[in-house]
Nanobody, 124 residues
Framework: QVQLVESGGGLVQAGGSLRLSCAASGRTFTNYVMDWFRQAPGNEREFVAAISRGGYTTKYADSVKGRFTISRDNTNNTVYLQMNSLKPEDTAVYYC?????????????????WGKGTLVTVSS
């Protein structure tokens, strides 16, 4: 089992920044590709960003490319999502997920473990 706990959400004005963190515990952190997803009210959960086990490869949804940065600290078992130039349409619950595959997959159903999420609200 892998336990994932997100933090760092909150209310921010459009154009502002937030940094989300996801602390992992349980099994070996470097055995997992780490992903961030988000879900807005009435919408399906959607892929945001992912980072490979060693942190050398990243992938982003087109909607956040150039504004969000995913990173990981394998010493402290934590993955981050730096969100800049936030827009009202970024408002959602953000979830951290762990995937035991060796390559990045962006499908929510492929994830092995999920956190409970952290709410990000961007006001206009």
């Amino acid at each position: 089992q892998v336990q994932l706990v997100e933090s760092g959400g909150g209310l921010v004005q459009a154009g502002g920044s937030l940094r989300l963190s996801c602390a992992a515990s349980g099994r070996t952190f470097t055995n997992y590709v780490m992903d961030w997803f988000r879900q807005a009210p009435g919408n399906e959960r959607e892929f945001v960003a992912a980072i490979s086990r060693g942190g050398y490869t990243t992938k982003y949804a087109d909607s956040v490319k150039g504004r969000f940065t995913i990173s990981r600290d394998n010493t402290n078992n934590t993955v981050y999502l730096q969100m800049n130039s936030l827009k009202p349409e970024d408002t959602a619950v953000y979830y951290c997920a762990a995937d035991a595959r060796t390559t990045i997959v962006t499908t929510p159903g492929a994830m092995d473990y999920w956190g409970k999420g952290t709410l990000v609200t961007v006001s206009s």
